[in-house]
């Protein structure tokens, strides 16, 4: 993560130092990170849109197509992992804050 330039560096410092509520309480990524509170990270696939089908009903044949085709495309989802929950629960991050633990835990 060195070779970022002073506004990517800016903008991970941002999105590291915004408090969340996560269910051990409210705390920081980069906080969580330190005190290993993820054990992994992974990059999952979900799609674009969310299925309403109540919306979807009320869509004529063009706005159907539109909406399934919608539907079909995908887009990347960064997830950290919680580190010993049984239940494999995450949590959703930026893709910089991703990036910062894959390298913090290399």
């Known amino acids: ?45 979900i799609p674009s849109v969310q299925w309403n089908r109540v919306k979807f009903n009320r869509m004529d044949y063009r706005q159907q197509a539109e909406y399934q085709r919608k539907l079909d495309t995908t887009k990347p989802d960064y997830r950290l992992f919680y580190a010993g929950c049984p239940h494999g629960s995450s949590v959703g991050c930026p893709k910089i804050v991703l990036d910062y633990f894959e390298s913090v835990t290399a």
């Open 1 to 45: 993560m060195s070779n970022l330039t002073a506004a990517n560096l800016a903008r991970l410092n941002a999105a590291l130092d915004k408090q969340y509520r996560f269910f051990f309480g409210v705390s920081t990524f980069r906080q969580a990170i330190e005190a290993g509170r993820f054990s992994r990270a992974e990059v999952q696939e």
